[in-house]
């Protein structure tokens, strides 16, 4: 069975893209059935080319990469959803729409949050440098939820995991 996340963020431009790709392309390369998604509740309709930019040094695929609204997962035509990750404080603080997750059953939802690197301070390079590290530290969480035993976890496991994970 497919484990489906989905990866929250106000804009989805920034720190949401990058988790979706670090999750997917580090899933891929262990062999793990998860596939990761990213919205925002609103989106700017485009992705920050420094985002794509680090995700592509990091050998990620950013093909078909596009800002959306987590609008497309709420209903039963998007996919079942086991995990919601709110990334931007912004994002953990709005009222989260009633995902439906795998047969009717509500996603964990969970926040680990991180700064804005578009904010970061010393011109270009400066956020060059804030979106990798943003790209590192997702990539060490993400590594984290994948060592998980997610198909033998019930929700509170789950729920009890995710918050460590995002302690740490």
């Known amino acids: 069975m497919t484990v489906h996340a989905l990866i929250l963020c106000t804009h989805n431009s920034a720190r949401s ?17 998860i596939r990761a998604c990213s919205a925002g509740s609103a989106p700017s309709g485009r992705i920050n080319p420094l985002a794509l930019e680090v995700l592509r040094n ?12 987590w609008e497309e997962f709420v209903d039963s035509n ?18 989260c729409p009633a995902f439906v ?21 010393g011109g270009e390079e400066g956020k060059r ?8 530290a997702l990539g060490y969480r993400m590594l984290q939820l994948l ?5 033998t976890m019930d929700d509170v496991a789950l729920q009890a995991a995710l918050t460590r994970i995002g302690r740490s």
């Not at 670090?22 to 062999?31: E, I």
């Not at 990091?58 to 959306?68: E, I, L, T, Y």
Request: aromatic letters at 6%; proline letters at 7%; charged letters at 15%.
């Open 17 to 33: 893209v990058l988790a979706e790709g670090m999750l997917n392309h580090l899933a891929q390369m262990a062999g793990r059935n």
């Open 58 to 69: 990091a050998g990620v695929d950013v093909a078909g990469f596009r800002s959306k609204s």
């Open 78 to 95: 998007g996919p079942p959803l086991s995990i919601v990750i709110t990334v931007c404080d912004a994002a953990a603080a709005e009222v």
């Open 101 to 121: 997750g795998y047969s009717g059953a509500a996603p964990v939802k969970v926040h680990w949050g991180y700064p804005d690197p578009s904010h970061a301070e």
């Open 129 to 136: 440098r804030a979106f990798e590290l943003t790209r590192q």
């Open 147 to 151: 060592a998980l035993p997610l198909d």
